[in-house]
């Protein structure tokens, strides 16, 4: 049903580009052999229905308290921007681009506060249903490209800190 074909004309690849490589768990999509974007994605199974995952992710005021305490201090949301405080005192802005209920995603972009030398960076969250558990995919979107494998190791125990909370604070109620 989603073939080749199907992702192609989709996702717009003509014949002058080569189809995203993936280099473990980051990808770059080439064109005309010039890197257009790094794209992390780290996925993990969580033994919480989806519901459950997604009214988590969703929260994105509270991102502190439920998602990565311990990694955030504290966060707040201004409009559509949210506020995070690490445990330094260091704050990082986020713009809050999308929380679709419908789709279980939700996507920003670091627009102040980055630690790491990026120009670009942009990520989602999208939660899917398996069974009575739950898939957690983290997207994200780099430049330069040489970060993507740092990025990538800051997700990956990311995501893994996230599974563990989930299903913890899951247990506990």
């Known amino acids: 049903m989603f073939g080749w074909t199907w992702w192609a004309s989709t996702f717009g690849w003509s014949g002058d580009q080569e189809p995203i490589r993936c280099c473990g768990r980051h ?95 942009h990520a989602a969250f999208q939660v899917f249903e398996e069974g009575k558990r739950s898939r957690l995919v983290w997207l994200t979107d780099v430049l330069p490209h040489a970060m993507a494998e740092v990025v990538q190791g800051r997700v990956e125990r990311g995501i893994q800190e996230i599974k563990e909370v989930v299903e913890q604070n899951t247990a506990e109620q």
């Open 27 to 121: 990808c770059r999509r080439v064109k005309k052999n010039v890197s257009v974007m790094a794209t992390v994605c780290v996925e993990t199974i969580i033994n919480v229905p989806a519901r459950q995952v997604w009214e988590v992710v969703a929260d994105v005021g509270a991102v502190h308290k439920r998602l990565l305490p311990g990694r955030v201090a504290d966060a707040r949301v201004e409009g559509d921007v949210r506020i995070l405080t690490m445990p330094d005192g260091a704050q990082v802005r986020e713009l809050i681009l999308a929380i679709d209920h419908d789709i279980r995603r939700m996507a920003y972009t670091v627009t102040a506060g980055q630690r790491l030398p990026l120009t670009y960076h």
